[in-house]
């Protein structure tokens, strides 16, 4: 029954389509962190046959952050951020996004809500 459901609303082609979107994720020039960050979870809700892994989530999220982004978070990580357990990982990008300045006022509620 669960499997007939998934086939009717998650068509293996919009699943296709859905993981394409979600590997090609980049953050946009004009976009804070926390703005990037809730675009992705947007893009893992929006297909929920993803099947991505958390450690593979955060791969692909890392991987397409902006350069300054990434060394920002290898600096706080004090090391390769890559190189943490996800747990750790996502606890340096949290404290990262808490710090936005780009959007203060909204940043630390969002933080508090972003799981993976």
């Not at 962190?33 to 809700?45: D, I, K, Y």
């Not at 692909?60 to 750790?88: E, H, N």
Request: glycine fraction near 4%; charged fraction near 30%; charge should be positive.
């Amino acid at each position: 029954m669960v499997e007939k459901f998934l086939k009717k609303h998650f068509p293996e082609s919009k699943t296709t389509e859905g993981k394409a979107a979600i590997c090609s994720f980049h953050h946009f020039p004009d976009e804070s962190l926390s703005e990037a960050l809730e675009r992705f979870r947007g893009l893992l809700q929006k297909i929920a046959t993803h099947s991505f892994s958390e450690p593979i989530q955060l791969n692909i999220f890392i991987d397409g952050l902006r350069p300054q982004s990434r060394q920002l978070l290898d600096a706080l990580a004090r090391g390769k951020i890559k190189m943490k357990t996800p747990d750790k990982a996502m606890d340096l990008i949290e404290s990262m996004v808490a710090s936005d300045c780009s959007n203060p006022a909204s940043a630390q509620d969002r933080a508090s809500s972003i799981k993976w």
